[in-house]
């Protein structure tokens, strides 16, 4: 495997649950600090507001459909 650029700025992040897990993955779209900082700040807001949404009002989830207010 070739890696080009330092630092890599792809990122990923996952949630494992007993019965669910979450995964996210965000592409840096080039290498350099700016990318890195940008992709892990796209992970962050999506994982923060996807559990918001969907964990926060709800003990369990039931379904993939989700009422959005």
Same mark, same amino acid.
């Given at each position: 495997?070739?890696?080009?650029?330092?630092? *890599? +700025?792809?990122?990923? @992040?996952?949630? %494992?649950?007993? #019965?669910?897990?979450?995964?996210?993955?965000?592409?840096?779209? &080039?290498?350099?600090?700016?990318?890195? *900082? +940008?992709?892990?700040? @796209?992970?962050? %807001?999506?994982? #923060?507001?996807?559990?918001?949404?969907?964990?926060?009002?709800? &003990?369990?989830?039931?379904?993939?459909?989700?009422?959005?207010?």
């Amino acid at each position: 495997m070739l890696l080009a650029g330092d630092p *890599i +700025a792809d990122c990923f @992040a996952y949630v %494992a649950r007993k #019965n669910n897990a979450l995964l996210i993955v965000a592409d840096g779209v &080039n290498w350099g600090e700016k990318s890195k *900082i +940008a992709a892990r700040c @796209a992970i962050n %807001a999506a994982v #923060n507001h996807i559990h918001s949404s969907i964990f926060v009002d709800m &003990n369990t989830l039931y379904s993939t459909q989700v009422n959005i207010r």
